[in-house]
């Protein structure tokens, strides 16, 4: 099993691979625009590169006390949603344990199922947990051929 090193994709942002590029997982310090950007492009990239085969298991950890769940964000996280194909995704979120992301999560949990009853998905306020949770679905995700074209 392979893990590469954290890469900086964009301003405040990194992306991890871990388990031979099987799991993914984006680290967002701000979500100022550029950073949402920098980040859902990425995500968009990923989902783009592995057209036709098993996405891997995705993790964002938005758990930085200068990152807050905005409109913005929130727009930008919806169009990514909607990029799901009829295969199933896997994406646990890390945020910090407040009473704002109480309700985020709560709203989340509700709304996400019912728009990609498809995206198997789980929020939690430690990172460590969240990459548990994915672990369990590594016998779901092959070894990655990804399509560049």
């Known amino acids: 099993m392979t893990n590469e090193a954290p890469k900086q994709i964009g301003p ?34 990923i989902i783009e590169d592995y057209k036709g085969g098993t996405r891997p298991l995705f993790l964002y950890d938005v758990s930085s006390s200068y990152a807050t769940f905005t409109p913005y964000m929130r727009k930008k996280f919806e169009e990514q949603v909607n990029q799901t194909t009829d295969e199933t995704a896997y994406l646990a979120f890390v945020f910090t344990n407040n009473f704002l992301q109480r309700l985020v999560k709560m709203f989340m949990m509700r709304t996400v199922s ?33 399509n560049k074209s």
């Open 12 to 45: 405040n942002v990194t992306q991890q691979w871990l388990h031979d590029r099987r799991m993914v997982i984006f680290t967002v310090q701000e979500t100022d625009r550029k950073s949402v950007d920098a980040w859902v492009d990425a995500i968009l990239q």
């Open 114 to 146: 019912r728009q990609q009853p498809t995206l198997v998905f789980q929020i939690f306020f430690e990172r460590q947990q969240a990459i548990e949770w994915l672990e369990g679905f590594l016998d779901k995700i092959p070894k990655p051929e990804i």
